[in-house]
């Protein structure tokens, strides 16, 4: 099938430029990780000298990440990356790419972009009128999901709920997404090959890695006919955490107390209860906010001050712990609720 496929390809080159399917960019609020994941009714076969859907993804450590997909083309995506480095906001981005689109053709792109932004995660998606059909994008607090030649909006809904659904860290939320799409054309080129897709990845930075060497980057950049990239992308996955002992980082979350003892967040886990002691004149409020930027809690403080926090009623998972100081800095810390 892959060979016709290429056949195809060879002498309609629109479809080879239409390439990159669906996909999904997101930022962890509290870790400042930043990841993406996507595949693609296409791979290194079809495409000789590219890497299949791995193409489209661009991963700043510790600031965020942009997929150019649809007609991707190389000079965009390298705007879009300087752009971000200039400190532009994912809004912004998109409406430098859209004004000067390298080929004066914005209306055949397709963008999904994520900004960490100190701990307040932006997003920012772009269908151009003329992306093939069906096509769309869905934004969250911290992720953007976009997607053209689709099954239909379904894909795009079950990518979104399978990611906020799931409560592992942002690799297993990115893995979780893809698994929404994990239908068999869902890229609607693929259908006669019995798969979503050809070609898929899975990327995670941690903020203090570099551009060529981050924490996660998985990329299947084929498979043979019939076999579906998808359950291949969890197998090296799945095969990478337990290689690497990856388990979020839980087991090693202790008591809470910076450096100039200024507060103390216990016990951490947490069950039933936290308690925040506080030492210092410099902090006056605190906020507690879960994955996806909502707010949990937020109280002022005073000095010396020690307050107990019921935590029997939210979801388990990480949380982030958020002081704000006198001169408008802030100190953010990492809690995991584990309620029986």
Known sequence: MKKLLFLVVFTAPFLLNAQHTFSIVAVDSITGEIGSAGATCGDSIIWPGTP???????????????????YHHN??????RLRMEAGDSPDEIISWLEANDVAGEPEIRQYGVVD???????SAGYTGVSCFAYKNHVLGPNYAIQGNILLGQEILDSME???????????????ASMQGANVVGADT????????????????????????DIFIDINVAGTADGVEPIDELQGKYDAWKAANDHDCGFSEIETIENDETEYKVF??????????????????????????????????????????????????????????????????????????
């Not at 960490?116 to 932006?122: A, D, I, V």
Request: net charge negative; aromatic share 6%.
């Open 52 to 70: 299949g859907a791995y193409i489209i993804s661009d991963v700043l450590p510790g600031i965020g990440a942009i997929h150019t997909q649809s």
């Open 267 to 340: 016990p951490n886990p947490v069950n039933g209860e936290l308690t925040i002691a506080l030492y210092s004149d410099q902090i006056s409020e605190v906020m507690i906010t879960d994955l996806i930027g909502n707010v949990i809690f937020r109280t002022q403080l005073v000095s010396n001050e020690t307050i107990q926090i019921a935590t029997e009623n939210w979801s388990n998972g990480l949380y982030s712990v958020v002081f704000f100081q006198a001169d408008g800095a802030t100190l953010s810390e990492k809690v995991l609720v584990a309620n029986d």
């Open 116 to 122: 960490f932004n100190g701990g307040s995660p932006r």
């Open 75 to 80: 000079t965009n995506q390298a705007n879009a």
């Open 161 to 175: 709920a399978r990611f906020n659904r799931e409560e592992g860290c942002l690799s297993d939320k990115l893995m």
């Open 189 to 212: 080129r693929c259908t006669s090959e019995g798969t979503s897709s050809l070609s898929a990845f899975l990327r995670v930075a941690k903020p203090d890695d570099t551009d060529d």
